[in-house]
């Protein structure tokens, strides 16, 4: 099962990032294949020249990288050709009233044709109701995550539920 990790900033780029990457890997037997770093795209307009190159050194490495919170930010598009990233994870600022609101609406459907057309992954974040996901399986979304699929659990909790889960698949 994938791992997905917020970093900052500062985490991106900092030089010793990629080599406590690899121990923590190795140290819990988690494939690096199966990580996610999600950046917020604030962190990626600072210092662009220093963020594409701490990316591809993470990806260089089989790590996938995420857009968190993307369209909250300054959003250009310009930069989503020059990050190498794997996924577009829309806030759920926009996903909220997708299903009602029309503005909401046309973000999402952007965002998700504009990673559909550029080979990335979509997810959304903040599923609270049955008539969001409708919408966004509508539009193609890819992925879905929110309270209307499962409330958070303590990580103690996780070992349980993953068995369980595995169990009614």
């Not at 109701?129 to 309270?147: A, E, K, T």
Request: charged letters at 20%; proline letters at 5%.
């Amino acid at each position: 099962m994938p791992v997905a990790i917020n970093i900052s900033g500062c985490h991106l780029h900092s030089q010793g990032l990629v080599p406590f990457i690899l121990a923590l890997s190795e140290k819990y037997r988690v494939p690096v294949t199966l990580l996610e770093l999600e950046i917020t795209e604030g962190v990626l307009t600072g210092n662009s020249d220093e963020s594409i190159a701490a990316m591809a050194a993470l990806k260089a490495c089989g790590i996938k990288l995420a857009i968190d919170d993307f369209g909250t930010g300054y959003s250009s598009l310009s930069y989503l050709k020059r990050f190498p990233v794997d996924v577009l994870k829309i806030d759920r600022a926009f996903v909220n009233e997708c299903d009602s609101n029309p503005e909401d609406a046309a973000i999402c459907s952007a965002i998700i044709t504009v990673g559909k057309s550029i080979g990335v992954q979509t997810v959304a974040e903040g599923v609270e109701s049955r008539q969001q996901l409708d919408f966004l399986r509508q539009q193609g979304c890819d992925l879905y995550q929110g309270f209307y699929f499962r409330r958070p659990h303590p990580a103690a909790a996780i070992p349980a539920l993953l068995t369980q889960l595995a169990a009614t698949s």
